[in-house]
């Protein structure tokens, strides 16, 4: 029998078992898969079969994003409390660039410009009212049959964002795959590494974008992973203990809720558990809202963690103030310029700036404020090939966003600092 045939029939056998469940969403059956000579495989949770034009089986929305441990979050609250004090006026929001990454397996997987253009429209609606736009900066296609079944944490995910990333201290990579493990899609925290770590962006399911397999086909899988990746959680974080999800407006929720149960109330505290609620994992045509307390929460969690998301226009100019240096030296033992900013970020006193060199040239490393103002010269000097370091004392400066600006090689380079005392 062909698989797609094989796994409907089993689905339907296993309908009528579906009503003892009905009482809690969650339960559902077990359904043996099989490969095309009849052996099982593996056992997967699917509670609606859904088979897409790559043949893959998508069960409830499943979202691989780390969950973040109490010690986080409570680091992440005296961080931004700190910076929110001595830091009163900031802009929020900005435009969000993409680098939207297609990565097909065997051919499949690969996503039309048509479908990636309705996204970013769908982003930008979702988003309205935020203080986000997003905006589409490049597209690029890779086919790798390994990469398209990548999932968090693997080393296939490293190498596929390792190959891919572009600068994500300013751009969100978006990669579409076929993620393993039944996955729609993933990200990570802003606090999760230095904002210029190529681990950072989004990953979902191809068929996740609009015009994919339903329920999970208008393009909701991008909003809630990149809510992540702004600095949300989901609305059942915590369950019904507080803080839950860190967002005062967000009723708490027991559990994740699934298709679109209308009055659902999981917790002993007021309000109706907030289904429509692009953090929580009901179905797409059931998501129609972020809180204004969520909002809030993207806007003080990006400041500190992402200062470099919007290019502030200071930090261009202070890049662009010299010309670019040049060197005709070749590349030694196969290093290529790599800047990863300072360590620690958000720093209290000092951090120390790291950066690797291809080959021995001139070399200028200069710290700036967000006025453009010249605040510190670390480098200045001719530099032999390797890693290297510079040390930034902040001594009286006071706390906020500072920018470090790397030149060598002909190239320029700038990265936010975050101090805060």
Request: charged share 20%.
């Amino acid at each position: 029998m062909h698989r797609r045939a094989l796994i409907l029939t089993i689905a339907l056998a296993l309908a009528a078992g579906s009503a003892a469940a009905a009482d809690d969403p969650r339960r559902v059956p077990d359904l043996l898969r099989a490969d095309l000579n009849g052996a099982a495989v593996s056992r997967v949770v699917i509670p609606d079969v859904l088979l897409g034009a790559a043949g893959i089986a998508h069960a409830q929305r499943n979202c691989g994003t780390p969950s973040p441990l109490p010690s986080e979050l409570e680091s992440v609250r005296s961080s931004v409390q700190r910076f929110s004090q001595e830091n009163a006026t900031r802009a929020p929001g900005g435009t969000v660039r993409i680098a939207f990454h297609v990565i097909t397996g065997g051919g499949l997987g690969n996503v039309s410009d048509a479908q990636i253009a309705e996204q970013v429209r769908v982003l930008n609606r979702d988003y309205s009212g935020s203080g986000y736009r997003f905006e589409l900066a490049s597209v690029d296609r890779t086919e790798d049959k390994a990469w398209f079944k990548m999932t968090p944490g693997t080393g296939k995910e490293k190498a596929a964002k390792q190959a891919l990333a572009i600068d994500p201290a300013h751009r969100l990579n978006l990669y579409t795959c076929a993620p393993g493990q039944n996955l729609l899609g993933w990200a990570y925290f802003p606090w999760s590494a230095p904002e210029s770590n190529v681990i950072h962006g989004v990953v979902i399911h191809f068929e996740s974008l609009p015009g994919g397999v339903a329920p999970y086909d208008l393009g909701k899988t991008a909003t809630h992973e990149i809510g992540h990746y702004l600095g949300l959680l989901h609305t059942f974080q915590g369950g019904c203990v507080p803080p839950g999800d860190e967002v005062d407006d967000t009723p708490f929720e027991a559990s994740p809720a699934f298709g679109c149960q209308i009055g659902r109330n999981t917790c002993p505290q007021p309000g109706d558990d907030p289904i429509h609620n692009y953090m929580d994992y009901s179905d797409d045509a059931c998501l129609t809202e972020f809180t204004a307390g969520q909002v809030a929460r993207s806007q003080s969690i990006i400041p500190v963690y992402r200062p470099s998301l919007f290019e502030p226009a200071a930090a261009i100019a202070a890049a662009r103030e010299a010309p670019a240096l040049l060197t005709d030296n070749e590349p030694e033992d196969g290093r290529v310029l790599a800047y990863r900013g300072g360590m620690p970020n958000p720093f209290r006193g000092e951090t120390a700036i790291r950066f690797t060199l291809p080959a021995s040239g001139p070399v200028s490393l200069k710290v700036y404020s967000v006025t453009g103002q010249l605040v510190r010269t670390l480098l200045d000097a001719q530099l032999p090939p390797g890693d290297h370091s510079a040390m930034f004392t902040a001594g009286d400066l006071p706390s906020g966003v500072y920018f470090s600006v790397l030149r060598a090689g002909g190239v320029q380079m700038s990265r936010a600092l975050v101090l805060v005392k």
